[in-house]
């Protein structure tokens, strides 16, 4: 193993990315196994009876949903990592 720094954060970088995309893989097959996309049609259609907000309704849904999921490995990615290899400057509240 090497010591060297840029090599390490690009193995913690290439790690993570491979732990996001078994995430989304995961949160993907789970949504269709467990009908999810079936349920916020549903739930969609209980607020609103026009299907282009009904579509705009599930897609805000699904993107929050992902967002709450993956909050935490964005922010190890996005801000933990950088700053821990000295690479990010900003604070967390500039980077939120």
Do not use: N
């Amino acid at each position: 193993m090497t010591s060297d720094p840029a090599a390490r954060y690009h193995r913690w970088k290439f790690a993570l990315g491979v732990v996001a995309v078994t995430i989304d893989a995961l949160f993907l097959g789970g949504m269709a196994w467990l009908h999810g996309g079936h349920r916020l049609v549903d739930l969609a259609r209980r607020l609103t009876s026009a299907w282009p907000v009904e579509v705009a309704v599930v897609a805000v849904l699904l993107g929050l949903l992902h967002a709450l999921l993956t909050a935490p490995l964005a922010w190890l990615r996005g801000y933990h990592l950088p700053r821990r290899f000295d690479l990010l400057h900003q604070s967390l509240a500039g980077w939120l």
